[in-house]
């Protein structure tokens, strides 16, 4: 018997009848509705390219099954940009250059996310670097990416300080 | 991946019911379950997925002062709750040193003590393994023996247990609360794991069909939130497994340690801890002899399983480091490496602090 599950993916609705189980969210993501922004690495927790944010959290979706995120509420890279409007992670990396090939950035950028939502970032590279080494970038992009993080959750900050 | 059964049982008692078909297994973050069914070293016929139970997922303070933490806790969790990090530092340090950010966000507390070895023979279905299938051998004791057991082990199995979280919590005496078809029982964390024997390659000391329901931290062990610290040898400075790991904490009384707590990770089949090691610390001050005493004590009968001889050495030189750091005091904030031996100020460091 089929399982049926409902995500809210980037704000939309999604009823999902799985046939199978075994799907991971990072199958149905991909292959059940076709956003494809999230990627596949390693499939096993190793690399972090399959990071998504559920609920706000960040986590690899490869290790989860979809059936497990019944009702949840689910962001991938699709999910930021308004339009042309870029989020402000996806303009950091942009500006500091935190790719080369750019299969690992969807997940990097929902990870540096992730981590300014948690709170703990601060402007100490180190400190930033810890905070992302679930996410490995083959092309070594690194110093690009601590900047971008150190970046945008110093505008997002500032961002929040003015409208509060 | 094994074609499975999928539940969601919506009470304790259902699940535990559910629990009794064969081949039934608890699923909570996933993150050890999902990955080891990828490789086909776990097989379950079905499921049980306890990550929404009810009131599985608080941290409270008791009458007490014991600190009862659900199963279904995240590791991400418990080591940011403000009270929890202040009364338990070296807890809080294992567990940020543990995997990375994701996966400690996804990690349970449950899921965390139950996880199985990464001995890479037992994670090959091909290789000759005791634990994965008893009788079969041990292909790690002439293999690849970086990551086994230098103490407590035997020709059945050399494996080690992974964890950090359950380094400390071993060190602070946590009592395990397990239910099952029999009922509730307390289990001390250190018999959850057992060691390998002459015919048995050790493992949990759990029943088929019992589920870790919460963990408790007795009174006592707030009072080395002052001077505790974990420390942790990786091969890599962040997401490694421990090659050594060592939670040291103290009780002092002016210049004195009035009592030690002291385990280590990486090197045997559960956290290793010694009364022996502890009584040698208990009276005296947190001098270089009393220390290097103590590490002595603690690798008592330590032997390698293979070419693993220097994580002897290591373990003897990481229980000092963290013992004079944890004479030295807690820190005041976390580490930017937590458990890491590299210092953490951007200036020592030769950074600037705006890149
Ligand atoms: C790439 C990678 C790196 C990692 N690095 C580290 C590291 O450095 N340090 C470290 O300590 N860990 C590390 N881990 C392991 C990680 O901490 C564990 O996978 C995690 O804690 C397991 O928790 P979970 O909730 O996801 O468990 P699950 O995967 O859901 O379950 C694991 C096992 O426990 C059983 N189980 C779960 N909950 C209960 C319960 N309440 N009662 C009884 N049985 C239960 C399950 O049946 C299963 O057998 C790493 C993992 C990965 C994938
Ligand atoms: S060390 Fe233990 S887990 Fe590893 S192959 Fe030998 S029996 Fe299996
Ligand atoms: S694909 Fe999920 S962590 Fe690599
Ligand atoms: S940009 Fe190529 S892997 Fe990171």
Request: hydrophobic fraction near 40%; include cysteine; proline fraction near 6%.
């Given at each position: 018997?089929?399982?049926?599950?409902?995500?809210?993916?980037?704000?939309?609705?999604?009823?999902?009848?799985?046939?199978?189980?075994?799907?991971?969210?990072?199958?149905?993501?991909?292959?059940?509705?076709?956003?494809?922004?999230?990627?596949?690495?390693?499939?096993?927790?190793?690399?972090?390219?399959?990071?998504?944010?559920?609920?706000?959290?960040?986590?690899?979706?490869?290790?989860?099954?979809?059936?497990?995120?019944?009702?949840?509420?689910?962001?991938?890279?699709?999910?930021?940009?308004?339009?042309?409007?870029?989020?402000?992670?996806?303009?950091?990396?942009?500006?500091?250059?935190?790719?080369?090939?750019?299969?690992?950035?969807?997940?990097?950028?929902?990870?540096?996310?992730?981590?300014?939502?948690?709170?703990?970032?601060?402007?100490?590279?180190?400190?930033?670097?810890?905070?992302?080494?679930?996410?490995?970038?083959?092309?070594?992009?690194?110093?690009?990416?601590?900047?971008?993080?150190?970046?945008?959750?110093?505008?997002?900050?500032?961002?929040?300080?003015?409208?509060? | 991946?094994?074609?499975?059964?999928?539940?969601?049982?919506?009470?304790?008692?259902?699940?535990?019911?559910?629990?009794?078909?064969?081949?039934?297994?608890?699923?909570?973050?996933?993150?050890?379950?999902?990955?080891?069914?990828?490789?086909?070293?776990?097989?379950?016929?079905?499921?049980?997925?306890?990550?929404?139970?009810?009131?599985?997922?608080?941290?409270?303070?008791?009458?007490?002062?014991?600190?009862?933490?659900?199963?279904?806790?995240?590791?991400?969790?418990?080591?940011?709750?403000?009270?929890?990090?202040?009364?338990?530092?070296?807890?809080?340090?294992?567990?940020?040193?543990?995997?990375?950010?994701?996966?400690?966000?996804?990690?349970?507390?449950?899921?965390?003590?139950?996880?199985?070895?990464?001995?890479?023979?037992?994670?090959?279905?091909?290789?000759?393994?005791?634990?994965?299938?008893?009788?079969?051998?041990?292909?790690?004791?002439?293999?690849?023996?970086?990551?086994?057991?230098?103490?407590?082990?035997?020709?059945?199995?050399?494996?080690?247990?992974?964890?950090?979280?359950?380094?400390?919590?071993?060190?602070?005496?946590?009592?395990?609360?397990?239910?099952?078809?029999?009922?509730?029982?307390?289990?001390?964390?250190?018999?959850?794991?057992?060691?390998?024997?002459?015919?048995?390659?050790?493992?949990?000391?759990?029943?088929?069909?019992?589920?870790?329901?919460?963990?408790?931290?007795?009174?006592?062990?707030?009072a080395f939130?002052d001077n505790a610290r974990?420390?942790?040898?990786?091969?890599?400075?962040?997401?490694?497994?421990?090659?050594?790991?060592?939670?040291a904490m103290l009780r002092m009384e002016?210049?004195v340690i009035a009592e030690a707590r002291l385990?280590?990770?990486?090197?045997?089949?559960?956290?290793?801890?010694?009364?022996?090691?502890e009584?040698?610390l208990a009276?005296a001050?947190p001098?270089?002899?009393?220390i290097?005493?103590?590490?002595?004590?603690?690798?008592?009968?330590?032997?390698?399983?293979?070419?693993?001889?220097?994580?002897?050495?290591?373990?003897?030189?990481?229980?000092?480091?963290a013992l004079h750091l944890a004479a030295a005091g807690t820190?005041?904030?976390?580490?930017?490496?937590?458990?890491?031996?590299?210092?953490?100020?951007?200036?020592?460091?030769?950074?600037?602090?705006?890149?």
């Open positions: 018997m089929p399982l049926s599950i409902s995500l809210i993916v980037n704000g939309e609705q999604k009823d999902i009848a799985l046939e199978d189980p075994r799907a991971t969210l990072l199958d149905v993501l991909r292959d059940r509705i076709g956003l494809t922004g999230t990627k596949k690495g390693c499939d096993r927790g190793q690399c972090g390219a399959c990071t998504v944010l559920i609920d706000g959290r960040r986590i690899n979706s490869c290790l989860s099954l979809a059936a497990s995120q019944d009702g949840a509420e689910i962001t991938t890279i699709e999910g930021l940009a308004a339009g042309d409007d870029l989020h402000p992670v996806q303009a950091a990396f942009i500006e500091t250059d935190g790719f080369q090939c750019g299969y690992c950035t969807p997940g990097q950028i929902m990870s540096a996310l992730g981590l300014i939502r948690e709170g703990i970032a601060d402007d100490d590279p180190e400190r930033i670097r810890e905070a992302m080494s679930g996410n490995i970038c083959r092309c070594a992009a690194y110093q690009g990416i601590t900047e971008a993080v150190i970046k945008a959750n110093a505008r997002m900050r500032d961002t929040q300080e003015s409208q509060s | 991946m094994n074609l499975f059964e999928y539940l969601r049982p919506a009470s304790l008692d259902e699940a535990i019911a559910a629990a009794r078909a064969p081949g039934a297994t608890y699923l909570a973050g996933g993150t050890n379950l999902l990955d080891l069914m990828k490789i086909g070293v776990q097989t379950p016929r079905t499921i049980i997925d306890i990550s929404r139970l009810p009131g599985l997922d608080r941290i409270e303070r008791l009458a007490d002062g014991a600190t009862r933490v659900g199963a279904m806790v995240r590791n991400a969790d418990l080591a940011r709750d403000a009270d929890f990090a202040a009364n338990y530092p070296a807890v809080a340090e294992a567990l940020l040193s543990g995997a990375s950010a994701q996966l400690r966000n996804a990690a349970s507390l449950g899921g965390n003590l139950m996880q199985q070895t990464r001995c890479s023979y037992f994670q090959d279905p091909h290789s000759a393994c005791n634990r994965r299938e008893p009788g079969s051998g041990c292909a790690a004791l002439d293999g690849e023996t970086r990551n086994h057991a230098v103490i407590g082990w035997s020709d059945q199995c050399i494996a080690t247990h992974p964890s950090d979280f359950c380094v400390p919590l071993a060190a602070l005496g946590a009592v395990v609360e397990v239910a099952g078809p029999g009922g509730t029982r307390d289990l001390p964390i250190a018999q959850l794991h057992m060691l390998p024997d002459a015919t048995s390659p050790g493992g949990t000391t759990l029943a088929p069909g019992e589920m870790i329901t919460g963990l408790r931290l007795p009174p006592e062990a707030a939130r974990y420390l942790k040898l990786r091969e890599r400075t962040s997401f490694a497994f421990a090659v050594v790991s060592v939670a002016g210049d385990a280590l990770g990486g090197v045997a089949a559960q956290p290793w801890r010694r009364a022996e090691a009584a040698v009276g001050k001098g270089d002899d009393a290097a005493a103590a590490a002595e004590a603690l690798m008592a009968g330590a032997r390698p399983s293979g070419d693993n001889a220097h994580k002897i050495t290591l373990a003897k030189r990481l229980i000092q480091k820190p005041a904030v976390m580490p930017a490496l937590p458990a890491s031996v590299f210092t953490s100020e951007p200036a020592e460091r030769g950074e600037p602090a705006d890149v």
